[in-house]
């Protein structure tokens, strides 16, 4: 049995553009969150690693590189509760999230919701502009 709790990107609106920002996402976690140990190492490209250097397909090996573009970076975390149970997690491009094969206590729980319901999508700005030298004018 696992328990988990995330934030995923819904991929159904094909005029959508946003994800998140992994790098901010952990300093937020390790801001936030307290008792969280972040891996600093980009898990994105761990597959495509292990197919180059286990010689799988060349098929494969191009799947895994897209995945990890797409996906990446992937950072893995740690979160040590209340109750000193370690409970894993990893933020990426499209989901944020912990996971537990034991229930995750409430305090963890609740601090975790309230992390993830702070998270927004990033206004847009669109204009049209001249650069002439270290200028810039709209047009």
């Known amino acids: 049995m696992l328990y988990e ?5 819904v ?18 976690i390790r801001d936030e969150i ?28 191009r799947v895994a590189e897209n995945d990890a573009r797409r996906r990446g970076p992937i950072f893995i ?5 209340d109750a000193n149970q370690v409970i894993k997690g990893a933020a990426e491009r499209y989901s944020v999230g ?3 094969e034991h229930p995750i206590p409430e305090s963890t729980k609740s ?7 702070t998270f927004k999508l990033g206004g847009v700005s669109v204009r049209s502009v001249k650069i002439v030298g270290n200028e810039i004018e709209d047009v």
């Open 5 to 9: 709790i995330a934030a995923r990107i």
């Open 34 to 61: 307290p008792g969280v140990t972040v891996c600093i190492h980009d898990y994105a490209w761990r597959d495509y690693d292990d197919f180059v250097s286990g010689a799988a397909y060349e098929g494969a090996i």
């Open 98 to 100: 912990i996971w537990s």
């Open 77 to 81: 975390f740690r979160v040590r509760s």
């Open 11 to 28: 991929d159904d609106d094909p005029d959508a553009v946003g994800c998140f920002d992994p790098t901010k996402v952990v300093v937020r």
């Open 111 to 117: 601090r975790f919701l309230a992390l993830l319901n």
